[in-house]
T-cell receptor, first 117, second 114 residues
Framework: GAGVSQSPSNKVTEKGKDVELRCDPI?????LYWYRQSLGQGLEFLIY????????KSGLPSDRFSAERTGGSVSTLTIQRTQQEDSAVYLC???????????????FGEGSRLTVL | AQSVTQLGSHVSVSEGALVLLRCNYS??????LFWYVQYPNQGLQLLLK??????LVKGINGFEAEFKKSETSFHLTKPSAHMSDAAEYFC????????????FGAGTTVTVRA
């Protein structure tokens, strides 16, 4: 597709359940990011993938959160044993370059809104 | 660590009036600076950015921002608001040292009154 695609757009789950959120970045973009947007707060960095390098997981809030990127393209963010404080919009973004060639232009998807009851 | 402060979570302006959104950063070395906009039901998109060169940068839809090192600021302006400018605006920074992580402010929601 032309843009970053995320699914599902909305997810309602019960506390304690696991959820998977999917991101399909723009074709050819080597860098992929996950951010979390909570009500009234800015975007919180979660994780960054660049090519075949080891991901930067420094923003993941707990070990219940994990992410992978298969084949340098699609990424899945998994939240295990969800808690109510995990409720937020999870945003995926990609960029043409990362690291030294980074120019700051991230292309964002529309996000996956997660509600944990 | 980079820190970004946006003054005012909500701004309401009349159509045709000046739009001014404030952003201040905290770092001893000026970072790269960005403004992103999020229209209703859409993903964030880059409005403009400052990396080097001219301190007054122009973006899409008539917006511009000026980097002022002495004030550690990067305020966003538009001379005349249009109804289509209603959106949430985010200021973001990243260090110059090849850091790829954008740090975002809390955002400012702009409403435009007819």
């Amino acid at each position: 597709g032309a843009g970053v695609s995320q699914s599902p757009s909305n997810k309602v789950t019960e506390k304690g359940k696991d959820v998977e959120l999917r991101c399909d970045p723009i074709s050819g973009h080597t860098a992929l990011y996950w951010y979390r947007q909570s009500l009234g707060q800015g975007l919180e960095f979660l994780i960054y993938f660049q090519g075949n390098s080891a991901p930067d997981k420094s923003g993941l809030p707990s070990d219940r959160f994990s992410a992978e990127r298969t084949g340098g393209s699609v990424s899945t963010l998994t939240i295990q044993r969800t808690q109510q404080e995990d409720s937020a919009v999870y945003l995926c973004a990609s960029s043409l370059h990362g690291g030294a060639k980074f120019a700051g232009e991230l292309f964002f998807g529309e996000g996956s809104r997660l509600t944990v009851l | 660590a980079q820190s970004v402060t946006q003054l005012g979570s909500h701004v309401s302006v009349s159509e045709g009036a000046l739009v001014l959104l404030r952003c201040n950063y905290s770092s001893s070395v000026p970072p790269y600076l960005f403004w992103y906009v999020q229209y209703p039901n859409q993903g964030l998109q880059l409005l403009l950015k400052y990396t080097t060169g001219a301190t007054l940068v122009k973006g899409i839809n008539g917006f511009e921002a000026e980097f002022k090192k002495s004030e550690t600021s990067f305020h966003l302006t538009k001379p005349s608001a249009h109804m289509s400018d209603a959106a949430e605006y985010f200021c973001a920074v990243t260090p110059r040292s090849n850091d790829y992580k954008l740090s975002f402010g809390a955002g400012t929601t702009v409403t435009v009154r007819a």
